[in-house]
């Protein structure tokens, strides 16, 4: 099993940037593909970008040239770099991982068949 926690949230105004990390622990997230979601009070998660056990990515289109996922299999790691931020990317990010090591495009789609995540971050980006 393995537990990840989040760090590098926070505040910035419109077309700032921040790096997101993910940390795992208790297993290498070496044979896992790995990705980060959002998701609001209330609502459902959605995929933003993953990166399969190939190293394969996916991005949703929303984030597509702006976030750049990407991962350290070293140091059991896993980062977002998010630029040119916008309000709208205003969120709570959660990073995520599955031990089925499925594709990059499927996790991004489905986001809910990740089998474990962390606490999460708060992304907030002000106009």
């Known amino acids: 099993q393995v537990q990840l926690v989040e760090s590098g949230g926070g505040s910035v105004q419109s077309g700032g940037s921040l790096r997101l990390s993910c940390a795992a622990s208790?297993?290498?997230?070496?044979?896992?593909?790995m990705g980060w979601f959002r998701q609001a009070l209330g609502k459902e998660r959605e995929g933003v970008a993953a990166i399969d056990y190939n190293g394969n990515t996916a991005y949703a289109d929303s984030v597509k040239g702006r976030f750049t996922i990407s991962r350290d299999n070293a140091k059991n790691t896993l980062y977002l770099q998010m630029n040119s931020l916008k309000p709208e990317d205003t969120d709570m990010y959660y990073c995520?991982?599955?031990?089925?090591?499925?594709?990059?495009?499927?996790?991004?789609?489905?986001?809910?068949?990740?089998?474990?995540w962390g606490q999460g971050t708060r992304v907030t980006v002000s106009s």
């Open positions: 208790g297993h290498t997230i070496g044979s896992y593909s």
């Open positions: 995520a991982a599955d031990s089925e090591c499925r594709s990059a495009w499927w996790l991004l789609s489905h986001p809910a068949w990740y089998n474990y």
